[in-house]
């Protein structure tokens, strides 16, 4: 048997045999206009779908409270890592700097998500800037690949007015404890022992938005507009990396994939 004849045999065994890692490209965006809002770092993870972000109508759950009031990602990224051993996650920034979401701002990133007959769901969660503990994230599970590995994209998720969350754990008062306000210390505020809770559902959700505008953010930003329930306020796409090979095959080709975080 020629070296080509072997060649081709092991590449058709690896073409045979299921290819379960993937690399997708995730992009977010923020579509406020300028003088409207902002978001923190996104937090992104792909696991086995029994990971529990947050239960909307329920005490928030740890690791989501720090992001909520304060964009800090680290405590659900450890939890994460705890309950989802076999699970990828990553905390996802655009480069420009605080407070890294600006409205018109978006960011892309090649996304390694392991074992994908495994880690076929996604969750998300980012801070809205200037708030006491407002912030978007999936309550419900977003199915991204089928039980055989499978892409089932491209995904888009639009995050509208409406599904902003109210964390529940600080009093709204944009002159309390905010985070990301000028002259204002981000770990004051007023303790509240609410549920999470879509933040249009609670009362005078709209007075305190309007609250807000005219407030300067901590990196020098004006708010000089807020949004609506049924304002488009950002997009999560998530499309299969362009120019990425299985891992399945590069591994059968002799070659190493590098998992990016």
Do not use: C, K
């Not at 600006?102 to 996304?111: C, K, R």
């Amino acid at each position: 048997m020629n070296r080509n004849t072997v060649l081709m045999l092991g590449l058709a065994a690896v073409t045979a045999a299921p290819a379960f890692a993937q690399t997708v490209q995730i992009r977010i965006e923020n579509l406020q206009e300028p003088g409207g809002m902002a978001f923190t770092p996104f937090w992104v993870g792909f696991h086995d779908g029994t990971f529990d972000v947050f239960d909307g109508g329920s005490p928030a759950a740890g690791g989501i409270t720090e992001i909520a009031e304060l964009g800090d990602t680290g405590p659900l990224s450890s939890r994460f890592a705890m309950e989802q051993p076999m699970g990828v996650d990553a905390t996802f920034a655009d480069p420009s700097g605080p407070p890294v979401f600006s409205p018109g701002e978006s960011a892309t990133m090649s996304f390694d998500v392991g074992d994908a007959s495994v880690n076929r769901y996604f969750n998300y969660a980012s801070m809205v800037v200037p708030t006491n503990d407002l912030f978007v994230g999936n309550d419900v599970r977003r199915e991204i690949f089928d039980d055989t590995g499978t892409f089932l994209g491209p995904i888009t998720i639009d995050i509208f007015g409406r599904n902003v969350y109210d964390n529940g754990t600080e009093v709204n008062d944009i002159t309390d404890g905010p985070a990301f306000v000028a002259g204002i210390d981000a770990t004051g505020g007023t303790d509240e022992f609410e549920d999470v809770l879509l933040f249009f559902s609670r009362p005078g959700a709209d007075d305190y938005l309007s609250s807000i505008i005219g407030t300067t953010t901590a990196p020098g930003d004006d708010i000089t507009r807020v949004f609506t329930e049924g304002d488009l306020i950002g997009r999560i796409t998530i499309v299969p990396a362009p120019g990425v090979a299985s891992v399945g095959l590069l591994a059968g080709l002799g070659l190493v994939a590098r998992r990016r975080r």
